[in-house]
């Protein structure tokens, strides 16, 4: 398995099909059918906002997407839906994806969803994509990494716990249950560096002259 960061152009098309693949049940009403759906994600997927993993056969089965203040890796503005959608589905999709969290802070790295390949999974490919993202957020200087998992992926909450990572809070959706297919979203969080900071030592008086 090779890990690298950056999704490289001929891989784009199958990134969005694993997109799909796991989270198309969460958004299969705002972004569906699943045709429509890939070649929205194709078409607006940020390649340098992704890790990726690769068999030993160089076929992507696994990405792990984040954000920065520049995007994330799967985002998208009007324009963009509707190309796909036409004006009036841009219109309401629009709206509804809004519902979704979107915030990027400045103290914690955030990530933007963890994919494998159903065939893929239980081989070890998502922690070692966990702690890619890891490497990548030390390396620009963060602290601490943050992501969102829904109450209904708890075999994605399971593995987030078993890497380090704490719940922090737990927001409802309300009414948009109906749409997204789930009640909650918690958010959780990970130290890049979990030892403590060393603080500076203490300064000691020189004992008195005495003569």
Known sequence: ??????????????????????????????????????????????????????????????????????????????????????????????????????????????????FVAEEARGQGIGTALLDAVTAEAKRRGYRQIRLDVVDTNTRAKALYRRRGFAEIKTAKIGVMRHVFGFRTATAMVRDIYPEPISAPAAKTSAPPRTT
């Open 1 to 114: 398995m090779k890990i690298s960061v950056g999704i490289p152009h001929q891989d784009r098309e199958e990134a969005a099909a694993l997109y799909w693949e796991a989270f198309g049940e969460k958004l299969y009403f705002v972004l569906g059918p699943k045709y429509r759906a890939i070649r929205f994600i194709t078409s607006v997927l940020r390649a340098d906002h992704g890790v990726c993993a690769h068999d030993e056969n160089g076929r992507l089965v696994g990405v792990a997407g984040f954000k920065t203040s520049q995007g994330a890796l799967v985002g998208g503005e009007f324009h963009d839906l509707r190309r796909i959608y036409g004006w009036t589905g841009a219109a309401v999709r629009i709206a509804l994806l809004a519902a979704l969290e979107t915030d990027v802070e400045n103290e914690r790295f955030l990530m933007d969803g963890l």
